[in-house]
């Protein structure tokens, strides 16, 4: 009786299950790093506990601790997925790691689709985890809250990637590092992540910051936990910046 044996498969693995790979990667790379962990987990916490707890800023006639909750999603959005990013891209395409990784069977669309997954993974623990000390805090978002903002943090999500891949591509590591830290701090001051721009900042600025991507990602989050409810033109506002930054760093993007 003769036997066949089948030559080992030495084509790469489906599309699919490269890309889920590469996310699994990038997620446990987030989790294993100590200052992603800061930047990604303990700075959000920091703003709910601070907010909610001392009322300072208070964003009153809004409920202080849904509108915290709020905030504090917001502000874990862009420290995921725009500052963290743009650091990690920068200093990945310094070190020639991205001009690798875009030769292997991932290339280049599976390296960027991986990426939005493993931040949209990241978003969605930064949310569990946000809810979950709300909760201990007295003050848990409902369910309808918490599904309104859904849209807001995927757009949110893919905004603010798209931006630090961006800024990632246009100026060197080193830059990438100051400039997102920087932009990182303006904002959480002053582009409405936490605090409504409405009568804080003088018109035109406050009414050009509302439109922002950060203005509109808080204005939109915190109609969500306040209200329960979508915000329509705050979503298209992230919607339309969604695919002008996706378009830009797609015709922008730089790999070495």
């Known amino acids: 009786m003769s036997t066949t044996t089948q ?57 202080q601790g849904q509108a915290a909750w709020a905030g504090a999603l917001a502000v874990a959005v862009v420290s995921s997925a725009f500052t963290g990013q743009a650091i990690a891209f ?28 493993g931040v949209l993974a990241v978003v969605a623990l930064q949310l569990l985890v946000l809810t979950t000390a709300a909760a201990v805090l007295g003050v848990p978002p409902g369910p309808a809250a918490v599904a309104a903002a859904l849209p807001a943090l995927v757009l949110g999500t893919v905004a603010s990637l798209a931006a630090g891949l961006l800024l990632a591509s246009l100026v060197r590591a080193e830059a990438v590092l100051a400039l997102a830290n920087l932009a990182w701090v303006l904002v959480l001051v002053g582009g409405g992540l936490v605090l409504p721009v409405a009568g804080v ?56």
């Open 90 to 117: 920068g200093f990945d395409r310094r070190a020639g790691v991205l001009r690798l990784l875009a030769t292997t069977p991932l290339g280049r669309g599976g390296l960027l689709a991986s990426r939005s997954l």
């Open 201 to 256: 900042l003088p018109d035109p600025l406050a009414t050009l910051v509302a439109w922002s991507p950060t203005g509109a990602l808080g204005e939109a989050l915190r109609t969500a936990a306040v209200d329960a409810r979508v915000a329509w033109g705050p979503l298209a506002a992230l919607a339309a910046w969604s695919l002008v930054l996706a378009w830009a760093a797609r015709r922008l993007l730089r790999w070495d």
């Open 7 to 63: 030559a080992p498969a030495t084509g790469p693995a489906p599309l699919r299950r490269r890309v889920l790979a590469q996310a699994g990667w990038d997620l446990r790379a987030v989790l294993r790093n100590g200052e992603q962990l800061l930047v990604t987990f303990v700075l959000p916490l920091g703003v709910l506990l601070g907010v909610a707890r001392t009322g300072v800023p208070d964003l009153s006639p809004l409920p």
